[in-house]
């Protein structure tokens, strides 16, 4: 068996960063080596995260501490603004998965109007791959950084990216409707995540101005090769993982099933549903599938379009293992194939 390649995780306290960890436990060719936390700094994972102390693994020290003269890649779960800095000091010869937003706009001046300041590493974010495994695969194997995707865009791109890129919807009237595990918000504390602000509800957020739209401006133009702006509405459930998006579309039901069976066919991680069936979040919880369907609506001429998937796995950590085989060489699907979680 080849030597495992030597991993890094920057950040591992939070919920991507436990998942990175839960998913690398059974990878055949990946060792952690090295784990950062901030405030956590000097405990185990086990301590952070229960869950995993059954595990073996460094203990968790302070970004200064870690050595990476035989580290292999390096996982960046920090939060955003924080990782450009980190990823500019870090050497050229380790190779970096991204799990923040600081890479995934391509064009300085939008991610400046989005995220409110400049880009401290403009030529790195200049060179970054975007992260959308299954549309920059080859892009992917030979990059030294590559930035995940947001996990709500990933899941809004999955079924409309090839029906631009065929051309067989109308670009102009695309609305995604979405709704996401409260996970999505990491693990720090925010009175609008707390339980009793949650549980029993439900209620969309950041209406007109979610972040993940510059995401979608940014794909959806390239793959019609023409501006695209659609009208996107994330909504928060009261669970903890997943993602489910309802895209309305103009066009023909029958074209646009078979436009996207045949894209994903090869696809180890893409699943198309027969033609009338809805996915749904419990039937890909915890594992790097993504469940995409499609019904056709009462009105001729318009159509729905659904996706499913992990916020946590294939929207983010799952992505981004998906993502750091390619460029190791590894099987893309190595550590991935864990069935979903049901109930």
Not at 21 to 47: N, S, Y
Request: charge should be negative; aromatic fraction near 6%; glycine fraction near 8%.
């Amino acid at each position: 068996m080849s030597t495992p390649k030597k991993i890094a995780i920057l950040g591992a306290s939070g919920y991507t960063g436990a998942e990175l960890v839960r998913l690398i436990a059974t990878h055949p060719g990946m060792e952690i080596v090295a784990m950062t936390a901030d405030r956590k700094a000097g405990m185990t994972m086990g301590a952070v995260f229960p869950h995993l102390r059954h595990l073996d693994l460094p203990v968790l020290v302070q970004l200064s501490e870690v050595d990476y003269a035989d580290v292999d890649l390096v996982f960046c779960a920090l939060p955003h603004a924080t990782s450009q800095t980190v990823i500019l000091g870090l050497p050229e010869a380790v190779k970096v998965v991204d799990l923040s937003a600081d890479f995934r706009i391509r064009d300085p001046a939008v991610y400046a109007q989005w995220y409110g300041g400049k880009h401290d590493a403009p030529m790195l974010q200049k060179s970054a791959v975007y992260g959308l495994t299954e549309f920059y695969r080859d892009d992917i194997r030979h990059a030294r950084l590559v930035a995940g995707t947001g996990c709500n865009a990933a899941t809004g791109q999955y079924p409309i990216l090839p029906l631009l890129l065929a051309g067989v919807i109308e670009t102009d009237d695309i609305i995604l409707d979405l709704a996401t595990g409260v996970s999505g918000a990491g693990r720090a504390p925010k009175e609008g995540t707390l339980h009793t602000e949650v549980s029993e509800g439900y209620h969309a957020y950041n209406v007109a101005k979610h972040r993940h739209l510059a995401e979608f401006d940014q794909e959806f133009s390239r793959a019609a090769n023409r501006p695209v702006t659609v009208t996107f509405v994330p909504h928060l459930l009261p669970q903890n993982r997943g993602i489910l998006v309802t895209a309305y579309v103009k066009g023909d039901a029958g074209v646009i099933h078979t436009t996207l069976a045949e894209r994903y066919e090869d696809e180890p991680f893409l699943h198309v549903l027969p033609l009338g069936e809805a996915p749904a979040t419990r039937h890909v919880r915890g594992s790097n599938f993504c469940h995409l369907g499609v019904i056709p609506d009462r009105v001729p001429g318009r159509v729905m379009v659904f996706s499913a998937l992990d916020n946590l796995t294939k929207g983010s950590s799952g992505q981004a293992i998906q993502n750091a085989n390619l460029m190791l060489g590894l099987d893309e699907t190595a550590g991935l194939m864990l069935a979903p979680l049901f109930p």
